[in-house]
């Protein structure tokens, strides 16, 4: 069974603080992950997958299989990445769907 | 169209009503995905539509749950004698082919009262 774990409902950081959004999987294969992003009043939307090994908006996030983690970091956080962020799991191949976290609220204040 | 439609997007309904929930999803994306949050909870997976087949609806919670897909096109999730444990707001998400760089529409968020 695929299951992914998010840890903090909300994160409060500093503007300028660095940010680590915590995420954990659980699959037995080879996984791909998502980190999807609603902003306020917004639809939640792709924000990066880690097989792009890219950078979005300061954001990178790492696949380490050895602790089924994929956290999302960005050195300095803005006020504007304030927004719910999940985290999401797919089996890889011709797997038909992803399994979301419960998401993590972060709040960057001045 | 320019992106994933979703209508109405807000319902209340009367426990024990039936009601009709519509997507349309981006032109040309063959896979279509129904997804329901409930109040400060994750989203939770209901049905897959690659084309207008099913080849994964394990998440429908029970048989009050339907949906259909019209081609590639309207999708139309069903949800027969409401309870209050419905109450959620309902996403719906395309793709094109198998890639899962979903585009969400804005959902609908229903009311059983």
């Known amino acids: 069974a695929q299951r992914v774990t998010q840890p903090e409902k909300l994160l409060s950081v500093f503007k300028g603080a660095p940010v680590e959004l915590k995420c954990n999987y659980s699959?037995?294969?080879?996984?791909?992950l998502f980190w999807y992003v609603q902003y306020s009043r917004q639809r939640l939307q792709l924000l990066l997958r880690h097989i792009s090994r890219e950078s979005i908006k300061g954001f990178t996030a790492d696949l380490n299989k050895g602790e089924t983690s994929f956290h999302l970091k960005k050195p300095f956080a803005q006020e504007e990445d304030s927004a719910m962020y999940y985290c999401?799991?797919?089996?890889?191949?011709?797997?038909?769907?992803?399994?979301f976290g419960t998401g993590t609220r972060l709040q960057v204040t001045l | 169209g320019a992106g994933v439609s979703q209508s109405p997007s807000n319902k209340v309904t009367e426990k024990g009503k039936d009601v009709e929930l519509r997507c349309d999803p981006i032109s040309g994306h063959t896979a279509l995905y129904w997804y329901r949050q409930r109040l400060g909870q994750g989203l939770e997976f209901l049905i897959y539509?690659?084309?207008?087949?099913?080849?994964?609806k394990s998440g429908l919670p029970s048989d009050r749950f339907s949906a259909e897909r019209t081609g590639e096109s309207v999708s139309t999730l069903t949800i027969q004698r409401t309870q209050q444990e419905d109450s959620a707001v309902y996403l719906c998400?395309?793709?094109?082919?198998?890639?899962?760089?979903?585009?969400f529409g804005s959902g609908t968020r229903l009311t059983v009262v």
């Open positions: 998400a395309s793709s094109a082919g198998q890639r899962l760089d979903y585009t």
């Open positions: 699959y037995s294969g080879s996984p791909e």
């Open positions: 999401a799991l797919s089996g890889g191949g011709t797997a038909s769907k992803l399994t």
């Open positions: 539509f690659q084309g207008n087949s099913a080849p994964d």
